[in-house]
């Protein structure tokens, strides 16, 4: 697998967020890729042929809240114990944001490693609730963070100082500023109901496919794909339409 390869696959997470957490692990494996991360990748190829009428459902609507989810899957890596985080944000009932990503920190337990998925999504909110207000776009409300560890939803809310957590570096704390400035709001989400689960880890073939239609992608009706040919398709095909009128013009002649 080339850089040129991966790149290939990669601009496909910007409209695909349910290959986000594959992408994400096969880019550590950029540099000395072996036959089993390309036979993983043909995989993904396959997925994503297999599934090319697929693609985000945008629904109308005057909610433009921001809602966002956070998850995090401590120490995934077998080789160097680093974590992977994520979240999705949506505007509404719509998906707007999406990450996965692997920190470049090793988390010493799994409420840090989610306060640090905690952190990057209230950086994305802050950011976006920021963008609205540009546009003069006002929210019916503030934005909501939901993440599926009791801990970690304490310590963004208490300022009071935990001596667990003195090894977490200041900048994580973002999130603990931005709730006490009411900016933004953490509550607490069952694991069954965490949508940024595809994000960090993979899961069984129905656990995926039910959090891929909550994040918004879906099977597009042939109606609503417009027009699939290709331009040699559409020049001969309208050639072939002229040479018919004319021939028509000749008979009638």
Known sequence: MT??????????????????????????????????HWQVVKRVLRYLSGTRSFGFLFQPSNDLSITAYSDADWAANIDDRKSVVAYCVFLGANLVSWSSKKPTVVARSSTESEYRALDLAASEIVWLKQLLEELHISQSRKPVLWCDNISVGALATNPVFHARTKHIEIDVHFIRDQVLRGVLEVRYVPSTNQLADCLTK??????????????????????????????DESDEASTSSNTTMLEDDSNGK
């Open 202 to 231: 993979s899961l069984t073939h129905s656990q995926f496919q039910l959090l891929r239609s909550k994040l918004g992608v879906i099977c597009v009706p042939a109606r609503l794909r417009g027009d699939v040919r290709s331009k």
């Open 3 to 36: 850089s040129a390869q991966y790149k290939e696959l990669g601009r496909y997470t910007h409209t695909r967020p349910d290959i986000a957490y594959i992408v994400n692990h096969l880019s550590q494996f950029l540099y000395c890729p072996t036959d089993i």
